[in-house]
């Protein structure tokens, strides 16, 4: 098991950009993939994006072009760049872990677009 703790979040208006950062207590290049996802208000928690073990990143089509996932292996710590962000991207963000037979997630980070 892995510990994760998100920070990055915090108040922008529409347009801004804020970055987050999930450090995790191991290895990050040991687990299969770490992603992002974020839950609204009254919504389910959905995927945002992510990177395997192998660099393959993924988008989903809401942020395609304005969000950018990375990974530091030396600094245990994953990375979502968000710019252009719009109101509709108001969420709980949270980072997760993932190899077989582990399923980590954080504590997430607030965000919120408004002006």
């Known amino acids: 098991q892995v510990q994760l703790v998100e920070s990055g979040g915090g108040l922008v208006q529409p347009g801004g950009s804020l970055r987050l950062s999930c450090a995790a207590s191991g290895s990050i290049s040991s687990m299969n993939a770490m992603g992002w996802y974020r839950q609204a208000p009254g919504k389910q928690r959905e995927w945002v994006a992510s990177?395997?073990?192998?660099?393959?990143?993924a988008y989903a089509d809401s942020v395609t072009g304005r969000f950018t996932i990375s990974r530091d292996n030396a600094k245990n710590t994953v990375y979502l760049q968000m710019n252009s962000l719009k109101p509709e991207n108001t969420a709980v963000y949270y980072c997760n872990a993932w190899r077989p037979g582990s399923d980590d997630w954080g504590q997430g980070t607030q965000v919120t677009v408004a002006s």
């Open positions: 990177i395997t073990r192998g660099g393959r990143i």
